[in-house]
C-alpha cells in the first residue's frame, strides 16, 4: 500500500488544525461573552446608567450557554466520528455527511452567539 504525498498529509492536517481552531473559538467566544455580560450586570447595577430587563438577560445568557454547549458537542461528534474511522467497524457516514454532522454544532455555537449579544443589546434601556 503507498502512503499518500506529503502535500495530501500536509492538506489533511491543516483541515484538522483549522476544525480544532475553530472549536476552540466558539467556546472561547460564547464563554467570555457570558463572563462579559456578568459583569456587565455587575456593573449596571453600581452606576444605574442604564437597565437590562431580566427577560434579556436570562435569554441572552441561555443562548451564550448553549453555544457552549454546541461547541463541547462538535468536539464530542468530531472524537466520535474520528474513532469511527480509525476502528475496525469501518463505519462511514460519507464526506458531506461526516463534515456536516461535525460543523452544523459550530455554525449552531455561532448562531446562539449572535442571537444572544443582538438579545442583549436591543435589551439595554436609559434609565
Known amino acids: 500500500m503507498a502512503s499518500e504525498p506529503a502535500e ?9 488544525d483549522l476544525g ?5 473559538t466558539v467556546i472561547t467566544l460564547n464563554a467570555g461573552a457570558f463572563i462579559v455580560l ?5 456593573n449596571i447595577a453600581e452606576n ?4 437590562i ?3 434579556s438577560l436570562r435569554w441572552s445568557m441561555s443562548l451564550f450557554l448553549a453555544g457552549i454547549v454546541f461547541g463541547f458537542l462538535a ?3 468530531t472524537y466520535v466520528l474520528a474513532q469511527m474511522v480509525g476502528s475496525k467497524l469501518k463505519i462511514s457516514l460519507g464526506f458531506f455527511w461526516g ?6 454544532p459550530v455554525f449552531l455555537s455561532v448562531l446562539a452567539f449572535v442571537f444572544a ?3 442583549a443589546l436591543y435589551g439595554i434601556k436609559p434609565t
Do not use: C, S
Open 8 to 16: 495530501t498529509q500536509v492538506a489533511d492536517q491543516l483541515v484538522v
Open 20 to 24: 480544532t481552531t475553530a472549536i476552540k
Open 38 to 42: 456578568l459583569t456587565f450586570v455587575g
Open 48 to 51: 444605574a446608567a442604564y437597565i
Open 53 to 55: 430587563p431580566i427577560g
Open 75 to 77: 468536539i464530542f461528534l
Open 99 to 104: 463534515v456536516a454532522v461535525q460543523i452544523l
Open 117 to 119: 449579544v443582538l438579545t
